[in-house]
């Protein structure tokens, strides 16, 4: 039992004292190194383009959905589709999700698309796209092809809107002479699936 200040210091110093003050400084560098290797980020740039979120270019026409978790197969199925704008011919995919899915049964489409916002183009489908297994919102990047559920439109996006609920990043185009930006008014578009 301890009785005054010196019995205090005789019993932090005493040898059990000091082993379990040693034992938590050794513990504490194990926590340190631990949340050190899992905080830091190992993985370069994946080899189908950057996250989503990372900065784009219209040549990261591969990035990954963020509505497809890595690993799913769907992050790797692609679905070669064509936009074609005034006889301009855009190359494009839709990703493996299930909304690009129900998207890709409903090609070929024609659709009339008008600006919105100076940010995208967008233009009513004929039916609603499915919401199963997306989550409830996204923020797509320039150059995606997305739907926005609450207006039943698809989207395709030629600068950053942010994240909006409702949101399904659906694929990529890519648009190097900025034919879709560049369309002013309403305009015509095909797409179709790639052969």
Same mark, same amino acid.
């Given at each position: 039992?301890?009785?005054?200040?010196?019995?205090?210091?005789?019993?932090?110093?005493?040898?059990?004292?000091?082993?379990?003050?040693?034992?938590?400084?050794?513990?504490?560098?194990?926590?340190?190194?631990?949340?050190?290797?899992?905080?830091?980020?190992?993985?370069?740039?994946?080899?189908?383009?950057?996250?989503?979120?990372?900065?784009?270019?219209?040549?990261?026409?591969?990035?990954?959905?963020?509505?497809?978790?890595?690993?799913?197969?769907?992050?790797?199925?692609?679905?070669?589709?064509?936009?074609?704008?005034?006889?301009?011919?855009?190359?494009?995919?839709?990703?493996?999700?299930?909304?690009?899915?129900?998207?890709?049964?409903?090609?070929?489409?024609? &659709?009339?698309?008008? +600006?919105? *916002?100076?940010?995208?183009?967008?233009?009513? !489908?004929? =039916?609603?796209?499915?919401?199963? /297994? @997306?989550?409830?919102?996204?923020?797509?990047?320039?150059?995606?092809?997305?739907?926005?559920?609450?207006?039943?439109?698809?989207? &395709?996006?030629?600068? +950053?809107? *942010?994240?909006?609920?409702?949101?399904?990043? !659906?694929? =990529?185009?890519?648009?190097?002479? /900025? @034919?879709?930006?560049?369309?002013?008014?309403?305009?015509?578009?095909?797409?179709?699936?790639?052969?």
């Amino acid at each position: 039992m301890i009785r005054d200040r010196h019995d205090v210091v005789a019993h932090a110093r005493s040898p059990h004292r000091a082993s379990t003050r040693h034992a938590r400084a050794v513990l504490l560098a194990v926590v340190v190194l631990v949340i050190s290797a899992c905080g830091s980020d190992h993985s370069a740039v994946p080899a189908d383009g950057p996250a989503p979120g990372n900065p784009t270019t219209n040549s990261d026409a591969e990035s990954t959905p963020a509505n497809t978790p890595e690993g799913d197969e769907a992050v790797h199925e692609r679905i070669p589709v064509t936009i074609t704008i005034d006889g301009a011919v855009l190359q494009a995919h839709l990703w493996g999700n299930p909304t690009a899915q129900d998207l890709a049964g409903q090609l070929p489409l024609t &659709l009339e698309f008008d +600006d919105y *916002g100076q940010v995208e183009k967008t233009a009513a !489908l004929p =039916r609603p796209l499915s919401m199963t /297994g @997306v989550p409830a919102g996204d923020d797509p990047e320039p150059y995606d092809i997305g739907y926005y559920e609450p207006a039943g439109v698809l989207v &395709l996006y030629y600068r +950053d809107v *942010g994240y909006w609920n409702g949101i399904v990043r !659906l694929g =990529r185009f890519i648009d190097p002479d /900025g @034919v879709v930006r560049g369309q002013g008014g309403a305009f015509v578009a095909q797409i179709r699936r790639d052969a």
